[in-house]
């Protein structure tokens, strides 16, 4: 079966750092996505990781533990526009087809 | 503009009609999408089309067709829908070789559908 868990809220203050969490049971790995959704806007692509470790893209950074089926994307510096929802989804084997996770919708507050 | 377009951007359709909604990428990828996303619900794959052909029909009822003329363009042709049918509908596309890594999806802007 496929399974992806995300938290459904968190909250954070500008200028802090969070760290959202995504935890995945799939019948194939072939790389993990993030992806950032503004509210009636298309998802946006965020990170990718394919190989355990951490990704670092300007404020936002990815990890993976494939061993785990752990994943997380950690934001620093919030700003008031990064409240969005935040999207995991794992790639299966194919090389096409992605299982999302619920989304995990973040509130920066001033 | 992400690349990919959808048309309507929302549509409010009563329970008979027939309606369709349109995707165009204009990036020169080869696999096109459609997802249904509901609140509160992950996105949920509907249909794949790669080089054109359908790979995926994910248990989708019949009263949702798709239709893939070329590789830049991809419909869903929608009739006798019911209200639970009323989600955000997601178009995407994407460059792949069938494992080639590191390509993820470009979304379209969605289309919001309403059934009364």
């Known amino acids: 079966g496929q399974n992806i868990d995300q938290p459904t809220e968190m909250t954070a203050t500008e200028g802090a750092i969070v760290q959202i969490n995504c935890t995945y049971q799939t019948s194939g790995f072939n790389g993990l996505f993030w992806y950032q959704q503004h509210a009636g806007e298309a998802p946006t692509f965020l990170s990718y990781n394919v190989l355990d470790g951490l990704e670092e893209k300007g404020r936002f950074s990815s990890f993976l533990s494939r061993s785990k089926g752990y994943s997380y994307l950690l934001l620093k510096e919030l700003q008031m526009k990064d409240s969005a929802s935040y999207l995991c989804a794992v790639r299966a084997l194919d090389g096409q087809n992605f299982v999302f996770g619920p989304g995990t919708r973040l509130s920066v507050l001033p | 503009e992400t690349g990919v377009t959808q048309t309507p951007r929302h549509l409010v359709m009563g329970m008979t009609n027939k309606k369709s909604l349109k995707c165009e990428q204009h990036l020169g990828h080869n696999a096109m999408y459609w997802y249904k996303q509901s609140a509160k619900k992950p996105l949920e794959l509907m249909f794949v089309?790669?080089?054109?052909?359908?790979?995926e029909n994910n248990s989708v009822p019949s009263r949702f067709s798709p239709e893939c003329p070329n590789s830049s363009h991809l419909f869903l042709h929608l009739h006798t829908l019911q209200p639970e049918d009323s989600a955000l509908y997601l178009c995407a596309s994407s460059q792949d070789q069938g494992g080639k890594l590191g390509y993820g999806y470009t979304f379209g802007s969605g289309t919001r559908l309403t059934v009364v």
């Open positions: 089309y790669s080089l054109e052909e359908r790979v």
